[in-house]
């Protein structure tokens, strides 16, 4: 009881009957007992049906032992409050999204995922690779829920030149190869302006894993560049060639945020994602990534699962969907985020343990690779 009820009582000493509570819990905005257990009754049906559900459904399988009428009371006060609405005139009620929110806030009863699950997950994420243990977690989430999984590619503080070999291709084309903190190694194409002999090319790799061997990776091509333009004149030839071609196999800026998103077309065809042109704008924002990404930085920083539903992400694109994610890390360092992409009427008892256990495993995998 509120404490704005206890002051009637105490003050006026009078008698409440369920009535009066139902009405002095309006006046706080706050559903009483009986009102939240029938509104988590109605979002969990409306959940798995799809269907707007009346006062009788929820009579029937409610699991209280009150009218079909006094539902349809509580249900008219509720929706007064801003927790459901009616579709249509007799068609029964649907949550909002303030319905929803309240629902996952206070109501909802998650179901974890069973001890063969897990084993099923931990064997899912055994891959070598930082890159393709996101795109494994990110298949794994979409398979469990039925929806699309996105998972932002690992983030390391640090991230440092530990090797550079140059490999001759044909038509003036050499391949570097980079080899990163120990672990990662990275391919690139580079074009040239001439042909260069094995002996030239593994001389001008020694050279510049030498030079710069454990600098940041980002900063190596303005080392370059600073040294090409500094030093040129008492170079030598091959120490020029080698500078100039390995400014085409380092960034010339930290690389934005990149995800992996699987099973997309797990949202073709779900209710409550609106028309074709609705999923299209969605679709579209996966291949352009900047607002879902910016989207996504807000939970690295978090602690534990975050919920966006509906319009509450603040993009007019996601405004049918709910976003459930968690930051994924290793000891103290947050390296990335994953979540679970679907419409606002998904089984959060079952996508929020999912998406929390899916991240703990996720960084522990990580953990054990660095």
Known sequence: ??????????????????????????????????????????????????????????SQHSGLDVSPATIRNIMVDLEELGFVTAPHTSAG??????????????????????????VQFEAALKDSTPQALALSASNLLS????????????????????????????????????????????????????????????????????????????????????????????????????????????????????????????????????????LKRLFEAFVGQQDLLHLLDQTLNAHGVQIYIGNESGYQLLDECSIVAAPYVTEDDTMGVLGVIGPTRMAYERVIPIVDITAKLLGSALKYRN
């Open 143 to 278: 398979a469990v829920t039925k929806l699309a999984g996105v998972v932002t590619l690992p983030r390391r503080s640090h991230v440092a030149l530990r090797q550079i070999e140059f490999l001759s291709l044909s038509d003036h084309r050499v391949l570097a190869i980079l080899v990163l903190n120990d672990q990662d190694v990275q391919n690139k194409i580079l074009h040239v302006n001439r042909d260069f002999t094995e002996d030239e090319l593994r001389r001008a790799g020694n050279y510049l894993t030498e030079q710069f061997r454990g600098c940041e990776i980002n900063t190596v091509r303005d080392r370059l560049l600073r040294e090409l333009h500094d030093t040129r004149e008492s170079m030598n030839a091959l120490m020029v060639d080698a500078i100039e071609i390995a400014q085409q196999a380092f960034p010339s800026k930290a690389p934005e945020g990149e995800f992996v998103i699987a099973g997309e077309t797990n949202l073709m065809g779900l209710e409550g994602l609106g028309d074709m042109g609705a």
């Open 93 to 118: 009620r649907i949550p909002t999204i303030k319905g929803y929110r309240f629902f996952v806030d206070t109501l909802v009863k998650l179901r974890p995922p069973k001890d063969e699950e897990l």
């Open 1 to 58: 009881m509120n404490r704005l009820l206890a002051s009637f009582i105490s003050i006026f000493g009078i008698c409440l009957n369920d009535d009066f509570l139902l009405t002095m819990s309006k006046l706080t905005e706050f559903p009483n007992e009986r009102a939240q257990h029938l509104l988590r009754a109605l979002v969990n049906r409306y959940i798995q049906d799809g269907q707007p559900v009346g006062s009788r459904t929820l």
